[in-house]
């Protein structure tokens, strides 16, 4: 019902850029909200930051100030715009959609996921 391609990771040094994007197709309500999330070797995936069907983000507590979560409705596009990378940002960092629940909103499992893109940072 829902197809998600990432692309725009690669290998960076401390300090650098990167934006992601995330390619969404299918059913609009099941993509309702959009997240990004990561996983580094080794430890459980964690959540990023989220964007709802109205534009409202929310980020993780460590991202908050450094990455930017945006969308392009009339592309279908997601991006990750991630700024003053650090080493610990190496991750495999994954597109995400779910539809918005009434008394969760964009909160809960996701259903719907992209292959991945890796990002390395090195310092």
């Known amino acids: 019902q829902v197809q998600l391609v990432e692309s725009g990771g690669g290998s960076v040094q401390a300090g650098g850029s990167l934006r992601l994007s995330c390619a969404a197709a299918?059913?609009?309500?099941?993509?309702?909200?959009m997240g990004w999330f990561r996983q580094a070797p080794g430890k459980e995936r964690e959540w990023v930051a989220v964007?709802?069907?109205?534009?409202?983000?929310s980020y993780a507590d460590s991202e908050k100030g450094r990455f930017t979560i945006s969308k392009d409705n009339a592309q279908n596009i997601l991006y990750l715009q991630m700024n003053s990378l650090k080493p610990e940002d190496t991750a495999m960092y994954y597109c995400?959609?779910?539809?918005?629940?009434?008394?969760?909103?964009?909160?809960?499992?996701?259903?719907?996921w992209g292959q991945g893109t890796q990002v390395t940072v090195s310092s």
């Open positions: 995400a959609a779910r539809p918005f629940h009434l008394v969760y909103g964009c909160a809960g499992t996701y259903e719907y």
């Open positions: 299918g059913n609009s309500d099941s993509r309702a909200c």
């Open positions: 964007i709802d069907r109205d534009g409202s983000t």
